[in-house]
């Protein structure tokens, strides 16, 4: 597919989806950019402001069959994975599979589970199957996790381990509408009449993973490759980050700078699409010294600090 099509397709997506969600465009392009860019999303943000409904209606969009797992402390590995069980009348056991067979998983809260169910995702999302008593079941293309979080709540939590955080290619916050647009969020309700929201199917599951297929079209100069590496390599270096992002934080920038590329109908990455996603991209694989919290720095701002810190390279066309 022509890079020129892949971003016809990501806008028809963009206003189908704009017809729900009201005010977020940036945020619903970020989430079709780490779409297209095979990655996992971490969307963590308060109660109420549609991170479910997000996901559910990009799966509508998208046309991938959908899923959903509510996290909760008493949540099994084999609730996700699935298990054997013992099928009387054939006399043997049988794989039933879990939730996690399917193309977007929704993993709600999910940081309501213990680390071992946690845990149970990892194979998944890095290497796209499940192996249960030793026997492995791949999962169908596209697989992707989209997983919520609340930033606040403490009690009955358990944190993701930086492995599992390292495995999601972004990490996004909604945010909350301003007074205008949750004026028009109550105005669409009346209009619908029912508190369910649908949007049209907009591609198939073999568009979008031809679109996926294209990005590997868009050309990444060496002088964007060394601006990326340095970011991840300051991340490294900053005296305040006790872990720094890992290479694969660097795979993931330099993705989600494609996918960002041909959004805006280019087949070149420039340096503000590295820019637009370093934040998305790094913030949340760094840990910063504990005695840091006195101050209230965030791995946020210490992206941003790093953004204007290390030169900017001049885009170079391919």
């Not at 028809?12 to 017809?19: C, E, I, P």
């Not at 601006?227 to 993705?255: C, F, H, M």
């Not at 991209?281 to 701002?301: G, T």
Request: aromatic share 6%.
């Amino acid at each position: 597919m022509k890079l020129d099509m892949v971003a016809d397709r990501c806008r028809d997506t963009l206003v189908a989806l704009s017809q729900v969600i009201v005010g977020k465009e940036e945020v619903l392009e970020r989430i079709l950019a780490g779409i297209l860019s095979s990655g996992h999303i971490l969307i963590e943000d308060y109660p109420g402001l549609a991170k479910t409904l997000i996901a559910q209606l990009f799966a509508q969009a998208l046309d991938l069959n959908f899923k959903r797992i509510q996290f909760t402390p008493d949540l099994l590995p084999s609730d996700i994975t699935g298990s054997f069980l013992f099928d009387q009348r054939e006399g043997r056991f049988e794989f039933r599979r879990g939730p996690v067979f399917t193309n977007l998983l929704l993993a709600d809260e999910i940081n309501r589970a213990t680390p071992k169910t946690q845990a149970a995702l990892l194979e998944a999302m890095q290497e796209t199957q499940v192996t249960v008593e030793g026997e492995r079941f791949p999962l169908d293309p596209p697989f992707l996790v989209i997983a919520t979080q609340n930033p606040i709540e403490l009690e009955g939590t358990y944190p993701l381990p930086e492995a599992q955080l390292d495995r999601f290619l972004m990490r996004l916050a909604v945010g909350y509408p301003d007074r205008e647009q949750e004026r028009e969020i109550l105005a669409r309700r009346r209009e619908r009449r029912v508190d369910a929201a649908r949007v049209p199917t907009v591609l198939s599951r073999e568009e979008l993973l031809a679109m996926q297929a294209a990005l590997e079209d868009v050309f990444v100069s060496e002088a964007i490759e060394r601006y990326i590496v340095d970011l991840v390599q300051g991340t490294r270096a900053d005296s305040r980050v006790a872990l720094g992002a890992s290479p694969r934080a660097a795979l993931a920038l330099l993705k989600l700078a494609r996918a960002q590329a041909a959004l805006c109908r280019r087949d070149f990455v420039t340096p503000d699409d590295v820019k637009t996603m370093s934040v998305p991209a790094l913030a949340h694989r760094l840990i910063l010294r504990p005695e840091l919290w006195v101050s209230k720095v965030s791995p946020d701002q210490v992206v941003a600090e790093l953004l204007s810190q290390v030169p900017t390279p001049k885009a170079e066309v391919g």
